[in-house]
């Protein structure tokens, strides 16, 4: 993989499956997507997914709050609405921060 600072792309991602799995960049470019769209669908029936061994999807309800516009100091009320989160799996963490 490459060593720059930048973060790898779908293509570069599908390639690198494609090779590690020895199929086509086409077949791993169709999984990626295929998992997207899975996470996608599952977190908005279901409410969360997990992806192991990564972390979980999850949909929240946030309630309604009071807030303070910055530019003015005044109060304002912030709505309830709904946010997607992604917990991060304890083993990705200590996978990547070189804990435990």
Do not use: W
Request: aromatic share 2%; glycine share 8%; with cysteine.
């Amino acid at each position: 993989m490459a060593t720059d600072k930048k973060p790898l792309t779908k293509a570069q991602i599908s390639s690198h499956i494609a090779e590690t799995a020895g199929i086509t960049k086409k077949v791993a470019n169709e999984i990626l997507d295929e998992i997207a769209s899975l996470a996608y669908s599952e977190t908005k029936k279901k409410g969360e997914i997990t992806l192991p061994g990564i972390g979980k999807l999850v949909l929240q309800n946030r309630k309604a709050r009071m807030g303070r516009n910055p530019a003015t100091g005044e109060s304002i009320k912030i709505p309830a609405k709904k946010v997607v989160k992604f917990r991060v799996a304890k083993a990705c963490k200590d996978s990547v921060l070189g804990t435990g």
